[in-house]
């Protein structure tokens, strides 16, 4: 019923050829394949990886991906950047623009159904100026995917972890009512969710209500969980930077009721790829540990999917 795959940010030091070997061995269906600018490292965790260059994507590389993938019995749920398109230092705004159309249009070219991404946001300023903001910026964008027929799925991450993301965090599609303002402003189906649980459990929300409220704009979603810890959160408060009381987890390891999310899912009639993201500390520091991580992730959900 639903795909299971990963997201290859986690297996950064591998080859495109060997994060698809990854995913067929370990009987995974797909793969959110990473597609940041080469040469252009992102520093924060899990970014700045590299598994296809969309500006080294000529005819040949075209048919190698499609063949090899094919051969392996492996496909691309989605390709993945996650900058701030709504970053205040214009040049860095226009440049990442720029990169998500490309990839955009590398992911029309790879007959794949969506891109992944983010919204962005001037953190400084309010959900008012970063509206008007994401109409600016976002009309031209949506268009260009409407055009090639390619879905934008927008993860619903706040990007509010590290100080200089204080205090409106990096990413303004975060809740219900952003994004019901954000579809009123562009209404176009092209523009939906990359839906992730994980980062409604630590906003105290509901996590499982918007599978049936956003079924129609659902078109990819992350499986990551989520812990919060009570103890640290009634000393710092919601008002403190949200790693001081939360974790990012494997699923079946934080907050979320498994059975539960996958029964609204199920519910929501969502039947594409369901891809594990792992950011979960715990699982970091060799290369067995984060294998480990995927696989033991994978064998949790598996008694989730037919």
């Known amino acids: 019923m639903h795909q299971l795959g990963f997201v290859s940010a986690i297996l950064a ?5 060997e994060v698809i070997d990854f995913a067929s061995e370990k009987n995974f269906k797909c793969v ?9 490292a992102d520093a924060r965790r899990y970014a700045g990886v590299t598994h296809i260059d969309v500006e080294a994507l000529d005819e040949a590389q075209i048919a190698h991906i499609k063949n090899y993938t094919t051969e392996k019995g492996v496909f691309i749920s989605g390709l993945g950047y996650y900058p701030n398109p ?13 990169h998500i159309k490309k990839i955009i249009q590398a992911t029309a070219k790879l007959e794949i159904p969506v891109m992944n991404t983010f919204i962005g946001r001037d953190s400084s300023k ?13 009309t031209d964008i949506v268009k260009l995917a409407e055009t090639l027929g390619v879905k934008i799925g927008i993860e619903n991450c706040p990007m509010f972890f590290t100080n200089d993301e204080w205090p409106g965090g990096k990413n303004m599609a975060t809740t219900p009512a952003i994004w019901d303002k954000m579809f009123e402003i562009i209404p176009s189906a092209t523009l939906g969710l990359n839906y992730d649980p994980s980062h409604l459990v630590w906003q105290m929300m ?7 409220d956003y079924r129609d704009r659902l078109h990819h979603i992350h499986l990551k969980d989520a812990k919060v ?15 001081e009381y939360h974790s990012p ?15 609204a899912l199920n519910d929501a009639r969502y039947r594409g790829p369901v891809v594990i993201e792992v950011e979960d500390k715990a699982y970091e520091g060799s290369v067995e540990n984060v294998e480990s991580a995927i696989l033991t992730a994978r064998n949790y959900l598996s008694q989730f999917l037919g």
């Open 13 to 17: 030091e591998r080859t495109f050829e």
């Open 32 to 40: 959110e394949v990473m597609c940041w600018p080469a040469g252009n």
């Open 86 to 98: 709504l970053d205040p230092d214009v040049n860095k705004a226009n440049f990442y623009v720029d």
């Open 126 to 138: 309010n959900i008012a100026y970063n509206l008007d903001k994401f109409k600016e910026t976002w």
């Open 206 to 212: 509901d996590y499982t209500r918007p599978l049936y």
């Open 229 to 243: 810890y009570y103890d640290k959160l009634s000393r710092v408060g919601i008002m403190a930077n949200p790693l």
């Open 249 to 263: 987890k494997l699923p079946g390891l934080g907050d979320i009721n498994w059975g539960k999310f996958f029964s």
